[in-house]
């Protein structure tokens, strides 16, 4: 059965089938989902009764959903990953993606998006405000065309239209001249501020315990660090011993400045416990990582209901903080 209206955004020209989808090796009923593609919302394959039981019961706003939707579809375009998830859960949907909480912060997402799709620095960037307003959790075509007509008053992007505004005024409703965009040198400039802060910034910030017999930093050098860097990130590492017991301003800093942070808890000292906790309550994603046969004694301060990445080896490790960071929308593989 197809829609011809996505039941998401209710745009009248998609490609939704309603299918059945078998999870859990067909020990239960299968979950119908909502499976195909729409032009605003993206490559959508999502449970029917989350759309139903969140959306419309206005547990979530439309536009919180469907940006988010439309993040999951960037980010497969970014790292070009073949494997679509289905959304089950809210969090699925979330999914540690960022959401601007400021008109700014809706500018800036934008600036990030035409950096990472404007093909030189002299080519234009298409776009479609009908389709493309999810892209910054826009709520509509018309504040989509806002926040670009406002990014082009702060000259960060410039249109191809008369005197290089991309946005006109047909009798109070905007509309774009010509859809084409791109990023002035003061908007290239920003994109270089946003890259260095959370959660634009392209650090790390990795918390394990120091231990003296080195296992631990090796783990680190042949799965952590690698693993953040085939992701297009900087790891930043914190020695938990180096400063004793205290957690210092440099590391607060460095907690602050990263785009998120991972905490192996194997062996782990409180440091490690706390850097997380810090992260967490700053709203920057945290990944736990903890190697398999220290779950019992390291999963301490109640964190076991959190979800861990459980590692066997190195090799493991690094497999899955690459699978986790990139479906966690994390990575900044191009
Ligand atoms: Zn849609």
Redesign the pocket.
Known sequence: MIEKQ?P????PD?D?KIVPVQTNHGHEQPVICFHGD????GL?YINRSLVFDNLETGQISKQEF?GY?RQHSLIREHTGSKTIKIVQTIDDLREGFFLPSTPFDQVYMLIEYIASKQPSLSEFVRFDASKDYPICFAKNESDFCFIIKSAYELGYIKGRGKNDDPIMDNGGKLHLTDELLMLTMKGWEKEQELKEQSPYSNQVFVAFHFDTGGTMKQIYDTAIAPAVSECGLIPYVTLDDEHGNSITDVIIAGIRKSRFVIADVTDASQNVYYEAGFAYGLGIPVILTCREDRTEEDMKFDTSHIKHILWKDEADLKQRLINRIEAMGLSKKI
């Not at 998401?8 to 745009?11: L, N, P, Q, W």
């Open positions: 996505c998401i955004c209710g745009r998609c939704i729409c032009l605003c919302c959508v469907l939707l």
